[in-house]
Each structure stands twice: as C-alpha cells, then as structure tokens.
C-alpha cells in the first residue's frame, strides 16, 4: 500500500510568484486536505477536495486554490506570493467514509524570498 | 469556534521516565480526538485517536482517554525511550472535514 507523496521535497520561490505543489493520496482514499505549518506551529486547515470539487475550506485568501483529478491527486496553487507564505505544506488524503482520520503526507517546505 | 490547548514546551526527560503532554479542547457537538507526532524533518503520522466520550487510544505504548467532563485528552507513556524525541500535536475534527490542531509541544527524551 502505497502512502501520501508530495512534491517537491523543497522549493525557494521569490514574493509575487506563483506556485504548484503536488500530492498523490493514499491508495483506496478518495478525498484529500491541504494544511500550513508556519515553522513552530500547528498545522492550519487550507481546504478540502471531494469528487474534484472543494469541499471545505480554512482561513485563506483565494490566491489560495486547489484542484483534485480523477486519479484523486490533488495540486495546491499559490498566487502572488508573500513572505508569510513561506511554511511545511502538507497535504492529508482520507477515505470519504472516515474523513476525519486523516494520512499526512511528508510536506514541501515553501521559502518565499 | 473549535480550539486545542495543549501544554507548552519543550519537555526533556530522561529514558524510562513517565511523560504526560496536557491537551484540553473547545468544541461543538462531540468531536473526535487525535494525537499525532512528527519527527524531525518529516510530515505528522497518526499516533492514537478516540472517537467518544471515555474511549482510550492507544498506540506503541502511549495512550489518552477522551475526558469529555473535563474536556481533555492527555497523551501518557509509562516508559518513554530516545526514539519517543519528537513534536507531538493534539487535534480535533467536529465536523468530517477540517482538524484543528494545537500549537504543539516538543519532547526530548536523553539517554
């Protein structure tokens, strides 16, 4: 059984970028979250997808955005990057089922410069 | 709005000691309880979870009882070793979709 993978590993990204960050969720779940981790914080909710649609979302600004496919990979798009920006991305998968048990993934750290 | 307390760090111990890390809760309803850890330069793995009022979770050792009176879900190892050396992370989930995490609290355990 394969678990959550995530990339990249490390991205250094300068402010008023853009970036892609990738998740592929564990095999048999359906439905995937993406958190923030500032550097000495609990992870914070971004949001979550079902079916391909968002089904939930935290305190984020919409230059926050995410996509699911059919495969239910999952991608977390960053607009006009900020200095605050820069954290741990980690994306979660869960069975639909069971959303509230979740499987982390090991998480990109995101430097903005 | 749901919240999670737990107790700050960091806590240092030696091998063989008994570690307790507090975690106390706000929510609405009845929200299932997870504690989670993550290692140096890794993402967060599910350590126990519990999913009603004075259900025990248990894992490797550690265990929590959900305290729904008290509003509580301590984590406790009887004998803790240097590989427990980790940041652990209390959290919530009251409505299917989103956890809550507390801010965390770092455990260094010395041979």
């Known amino acids: 059984e394969t678990g959550v993978t995530q990339s990249p590993t490390h991205l250094i990204k300068t402010r008023g970028q853009q970036v892609t960050l990738r998740c592929s969720s564990q095999?048999?779940?359906?439905?995937v979250s993406w958190y923030q981790q500032a550097l000495g914080q609990g992870p914070q909710f971004i949001f979550q997808?079902?079916?391909?649609?968002?089904?939930g979302r935290g305190n984020f600004p919409p230059r926050f955005s995410g996509l699911q496919f059919p495969n239910y990979s999952s991608e977390l798009n960053v607009n006009a990057l900020e200095l605050d920006d820069s954290a741990l991305y980690l994306c979660?998968?869960?069975?639909?089922?069971?959303?509230?048990?979740?499987?982390f993934g090991p998480g990109t750290r995101l430097t903005v410069l | 709005g749901d919240s999670v307390t737990q107790m700050e760090g960091p806590v240092t111990l030696s091998e063989e000691a008994f570690l307790t890390i507090n975690c106390t809760y706000t929510?609405?309803?009845?929200?299932?309880l997870f504690w989670y850890v993550q290692y140096p330069g890794e993402g967060l793995q599910l350590l126990l979870k519990?999913?009603?009022?004075?259900d025990k979770g248990s894992n490797k050792g550690f265990e929590a009882t959900y305290r729904k009176e008290t509003t509580s879900f301590h984590l406790e190892k009887g004998s803790v070793q240097v590989s427990d050396s980790a940041v652990y992370f209390c959290?919530?989930?009251?409505?299917?979709?989103?956890?809550?995490f507390g801010a965390g609290t770092t455990v260094t355990v010395r041979a």
């Open positions: 959290a919530l989930s009251s409505n299917d979709y989103k956890l809550s």
């Open positions: 519990a999913t009603k009022a004075d």
């Open positions: 095999s048999g779940h359906n439905t």
């Open positions: 979660a998968s869960s069975a639909w089922t069971v959303t509230d048990t979740q499987y």
């Open positions: 997808y079902y079916r391909e649609e968002e089904n």
């Open positions: 929510a609405t309803g009845y929200p299932s």
